[in-house]
Nanobody, 118 residues
């Protein structure tokens, strides 16, 4: 499956953004989708994941209650709704496909930059 992330931009602290991860290919609906991010000078970190049918979701503690991951298999698209953004959320965000919500990804999309100003 090929993935393309979009929706990044610059927003003030407290604001919201919704990232999209559009997929091509027939296997999107059979894959879990995981979002990662990489801040300048830091290692890539896991942010959120959703199972193939949307029934299971996981979040890193730092985004719980602020971010919501979802998917629409009919549109071959996954989303990351980000609310109450903080400057520390500034990073390049990547979506990835994986066999399960905890599996290492087998396909990565290009990143989309999110900048949160204070």
């Amino acid at each position: 499956v090929q993935l393309q992330a979009s929706g990044g931009g610059t927003v003030q602290a407290g604001g919201s953004l919704r990232l999209s991860c559009a997929a091509s290919g027939r296997t999107f609906s059979s894959n879990a989708i995981r979002w990662f991010r990489q801040a300048p000078g830091k290692e890539r970190e896991f942010v959120a994941a959703i199972s193939w049918n949307g029934g299971t979701t996981y979040y890193v503690d730092s985004v719980k209650g602020r971010f919501t991951i979802s998917r629409d298999n009919a549109k071959n698209t996954a989303y990351l709704q980000m609310n109450s953004l903080k400057p520390e959320d500034t990073a390049v965000y990547y979506c990835a496909a994986a066999r399960t919500v905890t599996s290492y990804p087998n396909s990565w999309g290009q990143g989309t930059l999110v900048t949160v100003s204070s």
